[in-house]
Every structure is written in C-alpha cells, then in structure tokens.
Nanobody, 127 residues
Framework: QVQLVESGGGLVQAGGSLSLSCAAS????????MGWFRQAPGKERESVAV????????YYADSMKGRFTISRDNAKNTVYLQMNSLKPKDTAVYYC????????????????????WGQGTQVTVSS
C-alpha cells in the first residue's frame, strides 16, 4: 500500500508562487510515475503535471506549461510542484497520485491510469 501526503497549499495573490510537496510512504519510490492533478469546484479533476520514474521526462497540461515545474527526489520519496505566475483559475484542490510502472520514461496523464491518491491540498489564488 502506498500512502501519499501533500503539503504546501494555501492562499496566494494572483501572480504569486506556491510550492507543493508530496511525500510517499513506499519502499521503491523510483518504481512509480508521479502526477499532480487538480479539481476546481464544480469541475472534473484534471491533469496538471507528470514526472517519470527517473525524473527524466515530464508532461504538463497546456495551461500549466511555462508556469509550473514538477520534480522529484527519489532519495527522499518526494515529488514537488513549483507553481509560478498563479492565476485565480488555478484555484483548486491539488492531488498527488502514483502508479507503479515498468516503463522508465512513461508519463501517464489520465486520471484512470493512477492507483494511489493523496488527500489533496487546497490552493486558493485571489485576484
């Protein structure tokens, strides 16, 4: 069983930055692709960013490109999401997700592809 715990959410003004972290309790973190998803009120959960097992490949949803950066530290069992130039429409609950994969450079970015989910952390961007 993999447990994921997100942290770092909060309230920020438009144009500001936030950094999210997700700590995973798993013996072989490097065997898991990791993703960040978000869900705004009244909307479906959507993909934000994904990072491959080794960190060598990443995926970003179009609206996040150039503003968000996903990274991971396999020695610390942690994945990060640096969010810059935040906009009010970025307001959502942000979820960390993990999936075991044999594909070293895979970046699955569909919700159904993930097995484990964190409880989410709220990000609110004020205008």
């Amino acid at each position: 069983q993999v447990q994921l715990v997100e942290s770092g959410g909060g309230l920020v003004q438009a144009g500001g930055s936030l950094s999210l972290s997700c700590a995973a309790s798993v013996f072989t973190f490097a065997n898991y692709a990791m993703g960040w998803f978000r869900q705004a009120p009244g909307k479906e959960r959507e993909s934000v960013a994904v990072i491959s097992r080794s960190g060598g490949r990443t995926y970003y949803a179009d609206s996040m490109k150039g503003r968000f950066t996903i990274s991971r530290d396999n020695a610390k069992n942690t994945v990060y999401l640096q969010m810059n130039s935040l906009k009010p429409k970025d307001t959502a609950v942000y979820y960390c997700a993990a999936v075991f994969t044999l594909i070293l450079v895979g970046v699955p970015h569909k919700e159904y592809e993930y097995t484990y989910w964190g409880q989410g952390t709220q990000v609110t961007v004020s205008s």
